[in-house]
Structures are given as C-alpha cells and as structure tokens.
C-alpha cells in the first residue's frame, strides 16, 4: 500500500513536472554565426533569414520537405485571364507585435522595399512591375511578363508594418554608402511567432513567444540565440549542458554524439550541391604546362576526370558518410531533378587514361585547383583528394586554398582554372542554377559561371523559361537543358551536402533543407 | 623635457600613419567585401554598382586619405557585416577584453612572482624543477589547446565553470561589467587563465633570474654578514631589486595581451574586440580591420610613450644625452 502510495506521488509529481515543463521550455541555441542585421531587407543570407523567420514572416514558407506552405497568405493563383499577375488572399486577423492588424498595405509596402536599390533581395523580385492592394487582404503583383514560379521567389521576404516603418523612416533599405545604421537594424516589429525581448550583436539575443500569433502556441517559449563561431566550443557547449541545440555540427563529431548518452542528431539533405567548375574556351589555362592549348575544353578530358573522381570514396573517407553523391549539380528536392540525371559513372582509371591520350594528353597536364577552405563542410579536404585521384591519370593539380572571401571574387573574376563551389537553389527550380552557372557571363547571367562556358542555343532556352507558363512545356525544355549540361560536363558535381542538427535528449527538430530551421517546429517527448 | 615629448609624440603620428597605412594596403588582399555582403543571388552589375556606391573603385590614395581624414574625427564608418558604426561596436566590446585582459594579467603577476621566487629561492628542489618543466610545456602548447582542454576537462567532464561567454553582466551605462556577478566571474576563470599562461611563464622566468642574479651580488652578501634575517634579505632587498625589470615587462606585456586575446575570445566566445575583429576578418569587413588594427596600435604607441618618458625621467643619463645632441 505504501509502496503504492509512494509511486503514486512520483508519478503525480512527474506529470506535474511535465506539464511545467510544457508551460515554459527555453532553448538554448548554439550556432556559428549571428545573424547579420534585423532589417529583413538588407541582407539575403541563410543564417540572417533564419533568425527574421521567428520575428517576421513571409507570405509563403518552405516546410521540411520543401514543399512550399500557406503563412501570411492563405491562397495564391494567377489571375483568371491575366497570366501576368499574381493574386494573394492574405490571411485574416492577423497582428503586428505592437498591436497594429496586418493588412494588404503592409504588403504592398514591404515587398517594394524588398525590391528596391537598396535591398539584397530585388534580384528575387526582378521580374515585378507593380504590386497593388486590392482590399485589405488581397494583393495583386503584376509582373513584367507571365511568371509561373514567382510564388518560389518569395519565401524570404518578410512583410513589415507599413506604419511602424514609417514613423521610424525605414522606406529605404539601409545605404551603406551613407554610412548610417537605421532603426531596423536592431529593432524590430513583425507578426511572427516570436518577439525579440534582448539583442547583443554576435552575443546573445532572446526571443519570447508572441501571446498574440494566429498560429498555435509552439512547444518552445523563449529562445536565447547564441552564436559560438569555433566549432569545437560549440560541441563543449552542448555537452557540458550549456546549450541545448547546435547547428553547423562539424562531421567529425557526428558519430561522437550520436554516442554520447543524453544527446541526438537530426541528420537530413541540405539543398545545396558541391561541384567543382572549371574553364572552357581556348584560349591557354593560365595554370599549366600546356601552353598552347586549354585541355579542358576537349570534352574527352572532361569525361576522363570524372572517370578519375571516386565520389564515393570522397562520401566515406573525407565526408564520414555525411553527403549525397550526385552525378548531377541540382539536389533532388528541386524541380527538374531526376534519378537518371542523378546517376554517375563508376571510376575508370584506364579508361580517363585512354581518354586523355586520345586528346592528345598522354602525359597529363598540370593544372592549379582553387578551392575555399571555410565555407562548405570539409570543402578543402575534398579538394585535396580529388588532387590525389586526378595524380592516378597523369592530371598533376596544385591546391590553392583560401578562406571563401578572396576564394569566391576569383570565381566571379573570372580568375581560376579550376575551382571548388557549393551552390543553394532557393526557388526550388533547375532555372535558379541555370540562370548563374550555365548561362553565357553577362551582366545579369552567369554571374557564377567562372569557367565561361557559352552555348548559345541553351542561353535561349534558359531565357524563355522565365517566361513560360505551360508548366509541361517548361519542365520538358529543363530537361532537355540538363541533358545537355550533363553531356557536356559544364560542371563536375561531386555531392549534395547533408545537415545535422544536435541536441539534447527529449526535443526534437527537423533538418530544414535551406538550413533554416524553425524553432517552432520543436517537439518535446 | 618638453621637446623630448614633441618629438616622441610626432614619431608616435608616424607610427600610427604607417600602421594604418600598411593595414590599408593589406586589406587589398584579404578578399572581395562586396561578394560577401551581396550573396549568390546577385549580378554582377549589382556587384559594379555596390563597389561604386562604397567607393573601391576609387583609387588606393583617395581611400586612405579618407580613412584618415575620417579617422581623425572619430569616424570609422560602417561595418559592412552589422550595419552599425565600427567605433561604437569597438567601444561596446572594449570592457569586455580589458576585464579580461587585466584578470589575465593579474594571475600572471601573482603567480609568475610568486613562482619565480620560489624557484630563485629552491633552485635545487625538487618542486623547483617540477614548476620549470610544467612552464616550458604550457608555454610550448597552443593557446587554442590549453583553451579547448581546460573546457574539455572544467566544463565537459566536471561541469563546474561554463564553457562559453561571459555570463550575466551588469550595465553600468558606461561600462558593462562581468566581474559583479557570479555568473560572470566564474565565466573569467578559464579564459583568464588561459590568456595568463604565456605571460605568467614569462615572468616567472624573469623574475627567476633576476632574483639568482641579486642573490648574488655583494651587497646580499654583505647583508648575510651583516646578520639581517633571510627573510629581510630575499623580500626586502633581493626581490625589491629585482622588480624593476619584472614591473617594465609586466607593462609592456599588457598591451600585447590586449591586442593578442583573440585566440582565446575565439575558443572561449567571449564577446571582445579580438572575436569581433576574427568574425570582421572572415567576410572582409573592412572598417572594422582597420579600425581594430588602428585601435591596437595606437595601445601599444602610448604605451611606448609612456614607459619612455618615464624612463627620461627616471634615468639622469637620457637627459645629458639629449642636451648634448647624442
């Protein structure tokens, strides 16, 4: 009986527990870097939209399969009779953080912002010639020309308070140029879940769950955000308890905390592809003993490297399993992306061998590989064995290795042979890749295309999927762009990355495939 | 005397000219700000039009002549990475690394004087020998390593000091201060001791010679003779001699624990002006670089002029030698 009694009051107390534990449940959340600024116009980087993703919110969301989700706006069509604009029903009684409803002018205003000189998002909204309110939940947004995927475009632009954005003299985006900070930059207003309670650039800042959301109360109640740049103190943080969730878990301590006792790793695909670039035309390679020639422009030994590039040894040994090998630079989640393009030859070394003399190389070449060592996980390490597997053919490579801030303008310049990049694709759509990696270099295109590669009839192609609203009609010009690309070799994909979220026992948080997780999506067991 | 100050203070502009000068000239190379600051999803007219609106398309002299210009009114500009004025980012993150710096060298001071004696006073002991040996290691290791193992061992293993940050502070408007709360005095601990180590080794071995070197001049000796006690003779005369040197480096070093905390703010987190500067250099942020660069410079520039004047007053001979032109 006592006995009884006894287990009777633990487990009464347990629940009791429990249910507090429900009321109030703080996250401690540990990553590499802070968000940039809290103007959600100003900058378009993963880690700054993930932070504005709890303090503001856009009119559609990306879930944790990609798909793309209803969140300011309920419905989305084009207009009947009109494929040239776009029509949002915005959702009803909905409020701003300091009281104020959010209507379509709230809209209308924010997306201008987020499309004006000023702002790192108007690429995004280039396509935009006016938007409209039509009553106070309904926007139009009238394109320049018919354009089916905008809604794809629009995951990241965060709706502001026309109002509250007025009286703080926030029309314009921040100029860096006039060397003044605004309002925004650290203060905010939205209508997301949670609302900022303290901000310490680089230091800590909190978030409260917002009392008046329209969505359910998440499970999660106060967030402190702490940003811990060196990784090794990020994992000692977790596992002296002093954070309960990290991100940008380094691959080498994967295994050792799914080992610990008390903690877990979430581990899902990343949108975002590993892919090495490199030059076309024929003008000579800058780097190699070839001097009268450039070798990569034969396609032969092109094939001939990939049949040198052993994407799985590169998965096991310098990824410890942490990737997707790809034969194709697009991640799956992203419309235009099938297994067969995804498929990739197995290595042959006799027959890259074979290749290469028959281009005329039986001797190799040599070649410098450029690749950023802090950007992608283990970027340089792939480098440095594709350095050793391209040796077995006779390609004698020098590794030049530098952080991503001088690494990318030599790409953008133009200025590398061979190169290292990662590439995200956002709008979830095979156009966001062609359009800077295929396309011929200019002013607007192939901002990312630092080997040069120019086909002129893809180019055309590329261009009239902006504008084509046949969806059937538009997913079979991509393939048959991608079959070109692939036959081609425009680029050398070597994988899709793979993220993993740690965390203490008891919660759980799904992999977000753009890397922006939402705190709102945590469970407690 | 007062030309002696003129003409230290006009070396002192020079130096700083020349830092900021070679810092100007080095951020030429450490990359692209503007492939930083506009992301992937950006042309490359808009990379064209951000150069222009930042003005790196002006050349090398313009830009320096503006930073300095600006510089002298107390304008460092805007962080590209921010978007707030660099000046009062330093100035928010400065207590924050001198409360560090100053703990670090207190323990340094304490235990490398503490220390050094001992070993002066045992150098035949065993223990003596332990201490040398256990300094050579901790001065040999990296200071990220013994950063990293202490949190291995004090915040993973033992769980009892926190393995990042600085804790709660409290704001005292013009100073936000770790040191009055609990929190955030034990969060000191293992960065100061860490950023101490370097220093404390230093000294300790500093004071170790000077003190054997004193113990053996004629003057110990004749106070042996003399039948002053031990005790008088190693603190009252031996260690007074020997704190000369010992106080000359200990000033010195501050400056340099100052402007090097950057390793440990980085493996600790501790919100200093070195972290800021590492976060500053990944994506190029220029105005902050040179402004920190400038910042310990100019540390290190007082703290020269300074020791010198007052070694021109201490020291007689400085002053014949300026008047007679030497």
């Known amino acids: ?525 | 005397m007062l030309a002696f100050v003129v003409r230290r203070l006009l070396q002192s502009v020079i130096v700083m000219l020349v830092v900021a000068f070679i810092a100007f000239l080095v951020f030429r190379y450490v990359g692209d700000p503007v492939t930083s600051m506009l992301g992937q999803d950006s042309t490359i007219a808009d990379h064209e039009a951000l150069r222009e609106r930042l003005g790196l398309n002006q050349p090398f002299y313009i830009q320096f002549y503006h930073f300095v210009t600006n510089a002298l009114q107390g304008q460092f500009g805007i962080s590209y990475r921010l978007q707030q004025p660099v000046g009062k980012l330093i100035m928010e993150r400065l207590p924050a690394t001198i409360e560090l710096a100053l703990a670090s060298a207190t323990i340094a001071l304490v235990g490398g004087v503490i220390l050094g004696i001992y070993t002066a006073l045992r150098p035949r002991a065993f223990s003596s020998g332990v201490i040398m040996t256990a300094s050579l290691i901790g001065v040999s290791l990296p200071t990220f390593l013994i950063g990293i193992g202490l949190i291995y061992v004090f915040a993973v293993e033992l769980k009892v000091l926190p393995s990042f940050g600085r804790g709660t502070v409290t704001d005292l408007g013009w100073w936000r201060t770790g040191l009055l709360t609990e929190s955030g005095l034990r969060s000191l601990i293992l960065p100061a001791i860490t950023l101490s180590l370097f220093q404390l080794t230093l000294i300790m071995r500093l004071v170790r010679a000077e003190m054997l070197e004193v113990l053996r001049t004629d003057y110990i000796r004749f106070a042996r003779a003399r039948g002053l006690s031990t005790r008088a003779i190693n603190f009252g005369h031996a260690l007074r001699n020997t704190m000369v040197p010992v106080i000359t480096i200990t000033g010195l070093q501050l400056g340099s624990v100052i402007a090097f905390a950057i390793i440990t703010e980085t493996v600790f987190q501790w919100p200093g002006v070195g972290s800021l500067f590492v976060n500053s250099v990944q994506v190029v942020d220029v105005p902050v670089m040179a402004a920190y660069l400038v910042f310990v410079a100019l540390v290190f520039v007082v703290i020269n002029l300074f020791v010198d004047i007052l070694y021109f007053i201490v020291d007689p001979r400085l002053r014949d030698g300026v008047r007679s032109g030497k």
Not at chain 1, 147 to 152: F, K, Q, T
């Open chain 1, 1 to 525: 009986m006592q006995k009884t009694l006894v287990r009777l009051t633990a487990a009464l107390i347990a629940s009791t527990m429990l249910v507090g534990a429900a009321n109030a449940e703080t996250i401690r959340w540990a990553r590499a870097s802070d968000a940039l600024t809290l103007d959600p116009h100003s900058q378009n980087q993963g880690v700054t939209h993930t932070f504005a993703h709890h303090i503001y919110e856009t009119l559609l969301d990306r879930d944790s399969d990609g798909n793309l989700q209803p969140r300011l706006a309920t419905e989305w069509f084009v207009k009947d009779g009109d494929p040239t604009v776009w029509v949002f029903k915005l959702r009803e009684g909905v409020k701003f953080h300091n009281g104020a409803d959010f209507t379509a002018e709230d809209v209308v205003f924010s997306f201008n912002r987020a499309r004006s000189d000023g702002s790192n998002l108007k690429q995004l909204h280039a396509e935009v010639a006016d938007v409209t309110a039509i009553d106070d939940h309904t926007v139009e947004v009238q394109m320049i020309g018919p354009s089916p995927l905008y809604p794809n475009n629009i995951t990241n632009t965060f709706v502001m308070d026309k109002d509250w954005s007025e009286e703080h003299k926030l029309q314009d985006v921040q100029d860096f140029a006039a060397g003044e900070s605004n309002y925004a930059v650290l203060n905010t207003n939205g209508t997301g879940p949670y609302v900022l309670k303290s901000r310490e650039v680089d230091v800590q800042s909190v978030l409260t769950a917002f009392e008046g959301h329209w969505a359910d109360a998440p499970a999660v109640t106060e967030i402190v955000y702490l940003p811990i740049t060196d990784a090794a103190t990020r994992v000692a943080a977790l596992l002296s308890g002093d954070v309960d969730l990290v991100q940008d878990v380094p691959v080498q301590d994967i295994e050792r905390l799914r080992n610990s006792a008390g903690f877990k790793i979430e581990t899902g695909p990343e949108n975002r592809f590993i892919y090495f670039g490199y030059r076309f035309g024929e003008e000579p390679l800058k780097s190699s003993n070839i001097t009268d020639s450039n070798p990569i422009n034969n396609s032969l030994v092109r094939e001939a490297m990939e049949l040198a590039l052993d994407r799985d040894a590169i998965k096991q040994i310098v990824m410890r399993g942490n990737s997707i090998p790809t034969g194709i630079p697009n991640p799956p989640f992203v419309n235009g992306w099938t297994a067969e393009l995804d498929a990739y030859p197995a290595p042959d070394l006799e027959k890259a061998k074979a290749l290469l003399a028959e281009a005329g190389y039986p001797d190799g070449f040599s070649i410098t590989l450029d690749t950023p060592n802090n950007r992608y996980v283990n970027d340089e390490a792939i480098s440095t064995a594709l350095v050793g597997m391209l040796g077995q053919i006779g390609v004698k490579v020098t590794l030049a290795s530098r952080p991503v801030a001088e690494h990318s303008p030599l790409v953008i310049n133009n200025q590398s042979d061979f190169y290292l990049l990662g590439w995200g694709v956002p709008t979830f759509d095979s156009a966001y890749v062609f359009n800077d990696l295929v396309h011929t270099k200019t002013d607007k295109h192939g901002t990312y295309n630092g080997g040069l590669y120019s086909n002129p009839e893809l180019d055309e192609k590329i261009i009239a999927l902006g504008t084509e609203t046949d969806l059937d009609a538009r997913n079979a010009s991509i393939a048959e762009i991608w079959e070109v690309v692939k036959a081609d070799r425009v680029l050398l994909p070597i994988h899709n990355q793979v993220l993993s979220y740690a965390m203490r026992d008891g919660m759980t948080l799904p992999v977000h495939p753009e890397d922006q997780p939402r705190l709102t999506t945590v469970t407690f067991e």
